[in-house]
């Protein structure tokens, strides 16, 4: 090999550890307590100053980093529905301006009350000081507590209170007293409020900056923070009251596993690589870390072998090193150059992927756990399948993680999904690149650094998420040894103020712990990877962001109200395209809301040919419950068609298909009358359900709408589309902008058939047998027993389109009226 001359080596910079300002050693450890509300559903109200204030976004970013469902709204002068027909809807109230709680409209505060204590809900407020304000001490009105606004603080503690569970009682610091924030909020105490985090001012007197409320004055029971989650103490202390509000003693657990990898170790432009003395440091930080701070610790290291000694001379004996102490590491595999995943088919991954292992053979690296890593998230989302194939393949792979799920940002919304077998855990950032290699040219200072370590971004990032798992690279441990200091100080900095029990353990683990704790998270959301440039980037071979045949119209159905018509007569247009027929189910695709969903885009984008309108009519989605949320992830400015048919004919035509298909519960009923009773023997049961559910439109509606717009979605008469489907589908076309088609003169009524059939070539093609089916008339007191039943749901049906000056079909209105 050429002799390449070291270059010359900076030496690492002394940077004092971070200490500890105080030293609490045994904890006093207070049982966890948590509230019990009067079972309400488990989701949060959140009344915010302004959608976009920065306290208030500051607020849903816990939120959404916890998981917690909730719903924000403006304050307005209406509150909100809080109750549904038999619970409570909200486990807490979150209202962000206190004074604005104070200032409500009188019966809307009542409402608000008895809400609180009929339900043992509880409201977390927060109070700023109002600048310029001369008034220092105001007591809260409705309450005998006092405060006082615009104070400032020499110190913070956390006070004994069973709120605390991350936060350690008596954890305190102080505040330098000429430059600190003079505007706090400070609650005096009282004999019917419990402090939980207190602050003295100069004259020492102690003061609340949390207070609790027991609700001995009025019946609810408040947590008030006079403080902005800005500093890390109070946010601590959002966080501890969020879980005592919400948790119990099986969601809440102060074991928080850490796992960092170090990328791809020999990967690394020379100058910048690690050395002999870089590899014993990084040996002796992963003893300290395992023995001081974080249990059974150990780094992670991913390789491509084509990298080894790829260094200077220092730098080789540096890599020489590392696998000279293999052992010591756990170890995961990249491709074999650091290749991007989505430039290659499965064949050239494979390939690389093999040697790549048979590197590992010869060097002896032990690989351990079926774990690997793409270079820059190449192809684990987007997901390249021919990837996540030659990753199952060559090295058994069950397990990987990516910062790009749903987005990159923001990164409290990371989330994790099981794709083909392999489970993909949300990973966090750090802060620690492979251009951050020195303190003294840390891009923003490395001032920021120290920021986040202490009480900021990287400190929560471990409170709020039962498992990180970080991405650094070699560079960070050369040099500088940058990563080495933020790890030591992060433990550090966790030790001092948190409970948590910091921890290590295998990746395979993480992803069984990940999934049990977030079951609704193993399938994944897909969405359309050109609406997202870093998506886009790395889009695998098989996407291509100019031709992605999405289909841009679905047909919802519902089942069995002459879908199967309309998308047949939809495609005599030139300018439309419909999938290809899919074996197995009726030639539906099925995707939203069912089993193909799991085989991903590049399955669903390869039934579909271009054309101005690509369509798919799968009359299952009208009534899946996930099916709106699906199909809003992935398409969200798709037009969609619901036809309106006589729920009562639809039931019928429903119980018909069954027999047709000879479903064993539907022969043992004595007849469709059975099926109808208000409670038919158990066999029958789900029959009934599968008859009736799908004919109670507006709540099937309500769904769709939650994510799509009334404008996007046009409905279809089932009765003018029998009998008049020219003209229907000429209105289709024209609301689609589709240029005009002369429908009729395809069309034809065929008299043996008793529905309309396209002409081609002078003669008739009708649908197939089973869609208009010749069976007996449903009798009279069948039809009066189902109107009866979606009497309900048929004014609602009307009420919502005459709501919309939408057109009223004859059915309904004449159903409506038979009723009045
Ligand atoms: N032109 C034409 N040809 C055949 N059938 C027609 C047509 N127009 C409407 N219909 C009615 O469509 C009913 C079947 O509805 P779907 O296609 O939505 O059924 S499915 O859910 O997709 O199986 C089917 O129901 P049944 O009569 O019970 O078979 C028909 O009433």
């Not at 104070?151 to 330098?176: D, M, V, Y």
């Not at 590491?329 to 048979?358: D, G, K, S």
Request: hydrophobic letters at 35%; a positive charge; proline letters at 7%.
């Amino acid at each position: 090999e050429p002799y390449k001359p070291p270059k010359p080596r900076k030496r690492p910079k002394p940077v004092e550890n971070y200490t500890c300002p105080f030293e609490i050693n045994d904890i006093p450890k207070n049982p966890p307590i948590f509230h019990k509300n009067n079972g309400t559903d488990a989701k949060i109200l959140v009344i915010l100053d302004s959608l976009f204030s920065r306290h208030g976004k500051s607020i849903i970013q816990v939120l959404n980093s916890q998981k917690f469902a909730f719903k924000a709204e403006a304050v307005s002068k209406n509150l909100p529905v809080l109750t549904t027909a038999r619970k409570g809807r909200y486990s807490l109230i979150i209202v962000e301006n206190y004074y604005k709680y104070l200032n409500m409209a009188r019966w809307n505060r009542q409402l608000l009350d008895k809400y609180c204590k009929e339900y043992k809900v509880p409201v977390f407020s927060f109070i700023s000081s109002k600048p310029n304000d001369q008034l220092k001490r105001i007591r809260i009105k409705g309450s005998s507590l006092w405060m006082w606004q615009n104070q400032r603080i020499q110190s913070l503690t956390a006070t004994p209170s069973p709120i605390h569970k991350i936060s350690k009682i008596g954890a305190s610091r102080q505040f330098p007293p000429a430059n600190s924030p003079s505007d706090w909020v400070l609650f005096e105490s009282a004999p019917n409020f419990e402090p939980i985090l207190t602050g003295t001012v100069k004259s020492g007197y102690e003061r609340a900056v949390v207070v609790r409320d027991k609700g001995r004055e009025d019946g609810v029971e408040r947590i008030l923070f006079g403080r902005n989650l800005t500093d890390f103490q109070v946010k601590m202390v959002f966080l501890d009251s969020l879980w005592w509000a919400m948790g119990d003693e099986k969601s809440v657990s102060m074991d928080r596993f850490i796992q960092v990898d170090i990328d791809d170790v020999f990967v690394g432009a020379q100058g910048t690589r690690i050395v002999e003395e870089d590899v014993r440091q990084l040996i002796t930080a992963q003893h300290e870390f395992q023995s001081k701070y974080v249990e059974n610790f150990q780094f992670m290291l991913g390789f491509s072998g084509s990298y080894f000694r790829n260094g200077d001379e220092l730098e080789d004996r540096g890599d020489e090193l590392l696998i000279e102490n293999a052992k010591n590491f756990v170890w995961f595999p990249h491709m074999w150059r650091h290749n991007h995943a989505h430039e290659h088919n499965f064949t050239y991954l494979e390939a690389i992927m093999a040697q790549n292992r048979l590197f590992a053979q010869n060097m002896k690296i032990p690989v351990d756990y079926p774990y690997a890593i793409a270079p820059q998230h190449d192809g684990v989302f987007p997901v390249h399948e021919q990837m996540f194939e030659a990753w199952k393949k060559v090295w058994n792979v069950s397990a990987t993680a990516t910062e790009e799920y749903p987005h990159f940002k923001p990164s409290t919304h990371r989330k994790g999904f099981i794709h083909s077998g392999i489970h993909v855990l949300p990973r966090q950032t750090c802060g620690l690149y492979t251009h951050t290699q020195l303190f003294d040219e840390y891009p923003e200072g490395f001032e920021k650094v120290q920021k986040s370590i202490q009480g900021g971004d990287l400190f929560f990032t471990i409170l709020m998420n039962p498992i990180s798992i970080f991405m650094t690279h070699q560079q960070n441990y050369a040099h500088d040894r940058m990563a080495l200091y933020t790890f030591e100080n992060l433990f550090r900095f966790l030790k001092c103020w948190t409970n948590l029990s910091l921890k290590w353990q295998d990746p395979i683990k993480s992803a069984q712990l990940y999934f049990e704790k977030f079951p609704e998270e193993k399938t994944p959301v897909w969405t359309n990877p050109c609406q997202d440039p870093r998506h886009q980037a790395i889009l695998p071979p098989t996407l291509n962001c100019t031709n992605m045949t999405l289909p841009n119209l679905l047909i919802l159905g519902p089942q069995k109200t002459g879908s199967t018509a309309l998308a047949n007569f939809l495609t005599l247009h030139p300018n439309v395209s419909q999938n290809s027929p899919i074996p197995g189910s009726f030639e539906e695709v099925q995707f939203f809301g069912g089993a193909n969903y799991l085989k991903g885009i590049d399955w669903y984008l390869s039934n579909f040919q271009n054309a101005s309108i690509i369509f798919e009519k799968s009359a299952t989605y009208f009534d899946n419950p996930v099916a709106p949320k699906q199909a809003s992830s992935l398409i969200p400015n798709t037009k969609l068609v619901v036809i309106l048919q006589n729920p009562t004919q639809r039931a019928y035509s429903w119980f018909q298909h069954l027999l047709a298909h000879k479903d064993p519960s539907a022969l043992t009923a004595a007849s469709f009358s059975e099926i109808l009773e208000e409670n038919p023997p158990e066999t029958l049961r789900k029959i009934r359900q599968r008859c009736i559910s799908g004919g109670r439109y507006v709540h099937h509606l309500g769904k769709w709408l939650e994510h799509f717009s009334l404008a996007q979605i046009m409905f279809i008469d089932a009765d003018e589309l029998r009998d008049e489907p020219a003209r229907v589908l000429t209105a289709l076309a024209k609301w689609l902008d589709l240029p005009d088609f002369p429908f009729e003169t395809h069309l034809r009524y065929s008299p043996s058939k008793g529905f309309h059939c396209r002409l081609i070539e002078g003669k008739t093609k009708c649908l197939g047998e089973s869609k208009g089916r010749k069976y007996p008339k449903m009798s009279d007191v069948e039809r009066e027993k189902l109107d009866k039943i979606f009497g309900l749901d048929n004014s609602a049906l009307y009420k919502f389109l005459r709501k919309n000056r939408l057109k009223i079909p004859n059915w309904l209105e004449e159903s409506v009226r038979i009723r009045a």
